[in-house]
């Protein structure tokens, strides 16, 4: 079945340094979602990219659709503290939602 | 909008009870998840339905589980007999799924759920 692997799985930052994470799946995907969850809350909506190469940006976070759409990346420009949290990334394919193992950003005042 | 509504939002309970967990999907949303979310697993689908139908149960663990989906506003998920393993955090979420393709998920604010 489908697979998709994130990492890191855990990653320290200062607050002001910049932070990557990395989605990949062991198959194409018809679509890549990146979620967002705070500590002792629920996985929230970010993102949705859909094309090959697509690149969209929401303030400080910049989300990539790989050209062969099996990868996806999201990074934050200067952390805040606001940050911190686990972020998801779900690969779609069909009408199945694949979620990734999450990375979860601690940020260092 | 209310969201996803999810209840009990804790529930502690011995090893062998029934447990029920429920959720009230958002109003006019066509699909609905149930996930479980430990440390060492994390989100886990466990089964969802399409139009009050299950489409995919294959995450579901074992026969102590089941789930239904009775009609548009409403699912439970049902533990019985309960084991400490299946302590976690139990999620509900719901979408529009058009073309055959899943949307945006909005998730409840879960269920956590203990057994001793």
């Known amino acids: 079945g489908q697979q998709v692997m994130q990492i890191p799985q855990y990653q320290h930052v200062q607050e002001g340094e910049d932070f990557t994470t990395y989605c990949n799946s062991s198959?194409?995907?018809?679509?890549i979602q990146w979620y967002k969850q705070r500590p002792g809350g629920h996985p929230v909506f970010l993102i949705q990219?859909?094309?090959?190469?697509e690149v969209k940006k929401q303030k400080r976070l910049t989300f990539q659709f790989g050209e062969a759409k099996k990868n996806s990346s999201l990074h934050i420009t200067a952390t805040q503290t606001t940050d911190v949290g686990t972020y998801f990334c779900?690969?779609?394919?069909?009408?199945?939602?694949?979620f990734g193992g999450g990375t979860r950003l601690m940020v260092k005042p | 909008d209310a969201g996803v509504i999810q209840s009990p939002r804790h529930e502690v309970t011995e090893m062998g009870q029934e447990v029920t967990l429920r959720c009230k999907p958002i109003s006019g949303h066509n699909s609905l998840f149930w996930y479980r979310q430990t440390m060492m697993r994390g989100l886990e689908l466990l089964i969802y339905?399409?139009?009050?139908?299950?489409?995919?149960d294959s995450g579901m663990p074992e026969d102590r589980f089941s789930a239904k989906m009775p009609n548009a506003s409403f699912s439970t998920l049902k533990i019985q007999p309960s084991e400490p393993r299946d302590s976690a955090v139990y999620f509900c979420?719901?979408?529009?799924?058009?073309?055959?393709?899943?949307?945006?998920?909005?998730f409840g604010e879960g269920s956590r759920l203990t057994v001793l």
């Open positions: 990219l859909v094309k090959s190469g």
């Open positions: 979420a719901s979408s529009s799924q058009t073309g055959g393709a899943t949307g945006e998920l909005f």
């Open positions: 198959t194409t995907l018809s679509n």
């Open positions: 339905f399409n139009n009050n139908v299950p489409i995919d």
């Open positions: 779900a690969g779609g394919a069909g009408n199945m939602l694949t």
